[in-house]
């Protein structure tokens, strides 16, 4: 019965090294993953501004911590692996030999013999498929954190009542918002009326940022956003966004043609529509190049 302590205990310490080697393995591969994402998606700006070897050396970097991870993996269970068949290994043949001079001596009849090894044969049997599963079970274990993780996120609520918009106007009282503790905005109070506005600030003041708590990407935390004086936290996100269009700085476009782009804002919209809305885009990144003059002047 000795081996089967020790067994467990060699389980326990490498089940432990092997779920934190597994959880250092899934974040390097998913670093890489996102550097490969974005260095394709920037491959141009790379090669303009002549970073090639920079990135290189990046990429290469992580690869280094990948493989020393991986190296240290497959060293780790292998080692597992290995002292489980010495500690399961070792009492058969001190059995075989002990048994055998007691055979040999004639104090043992060689069927007690045989069917004692077979015994511990089948008895060894389920306490190795038992590590084997606990180690398989340790490693998955960081995996099923990450899925965990994202099965936890609450859903997006599309509660709350319709919006009635009248004159459009959009007031932002108090608001105070920050991205990971790090405050952007910090009691802003504006107010928009129907018709062209502007706000000006400094790069990465929170202009955007304030775009996107008025489409509810993201939730205020403290003070309020107020359309018409519906409060939007209390208006369905689904009508809100409705009433709502907002041009990115940094525009993305889906793969097909210009006129099936601008048909995603409007999914039934007329051929008549579209060449409409293509005019007034050509229209309005005219009048966006002479506005940055005006706030560059
Ligand atoms: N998703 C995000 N996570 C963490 N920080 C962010 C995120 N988005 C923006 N920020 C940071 O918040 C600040 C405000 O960003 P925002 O994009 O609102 O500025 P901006 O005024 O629109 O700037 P710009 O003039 O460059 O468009 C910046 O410091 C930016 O780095
Ligand atoms: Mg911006």
């Known amino acids: 019965m000795s081996p089967i302590v020790l067994f467990f ?15 250092k393995f899934l974040e390097s591969n998913a670093s890489i993953y996102s550097f490969l994402k974005e260095n394709l998606s920037i491959i141009p700006l790379i090669k303009v501004f002549n970073l090639e070897k920079w990135s290189k050396n990046r990429f290469s970097k992580q690869m280094g911590v990948y493989y020393g991870i991986s190296i240290n993996y497959t060293k780790t269970s292998s ?10 290994g ?52 960081p995996a099923f954190d ?46 928009f009326k129907k018709g062209l506005n502007y706000i000006v600030g ?4 929170g202009k955007s940022t304030m775009l996107k708590l008025l489409c509810l990407l993201y939730p205020v935390e403290k003070g309020s956003i107020k359309i018409d004086g519906q409060n939007i936290v209390e208006v369905k996100r689904e009508e809100l966004i409705k009433n709502i269009s907002m041009i990115f700085s940094d525009p993305y476009l889906f793969d097909g043609s210009i006129y099936e782009n601008i048909k995603i804002g409007t999914l039934n919209a007329k051929k008549e529509d579209i060449i409409h ?19 560059q002047k």
Not at 202 to 205: A, E, K, P, W
Not at 280 to 285: D, H, Q, R, V
């Open 146 to 191: 990450r899925i965990k993780e994202v099965m936890d996120m609450e859903p997006e609520k599309n509660v709350g009542r319709n919006i009635t918009i009248t004159s459009g106007e959009i007031i932002f009282e108090n608001v105070w918002f920050s991205y990971d503790n790090r405050p952007i905005l910090k009691g802003v109070n504006a107010t």
């Open 277 to 295: 809305a293509a005019n007034w885009l050509i229209y309005m990144n005219l009048l966006k190049a002479h506005q940055i003059n005006i706030i």
């Open 9 to 23: 205990i060699l389980s326990h310490i490498f089940g432990n090294r092997i779920e934190s080697i597994q959880n």
């Open 79 to 88: 080692l597992n692996t290995s002292l489980s068949s010495l500690i399961l």
């Open 90 to 141: 070792v009492p058969i043949v001190l059995l075989i030999t002990f048994g055998g001079y007691k055979v040999l001596d004639g104090s043992l009849s060689l069927g007690t013999f045989t069917a004692f090894m077979s015994y511990t044969s089948i008895f060894f049997s389920p306490i190795s498929q038992l590590s084997r599963i606990w180690t398989t079970y340790k490693s998955s274990l």
């Open 202 to 205: 400094d790069n990465g003041s």
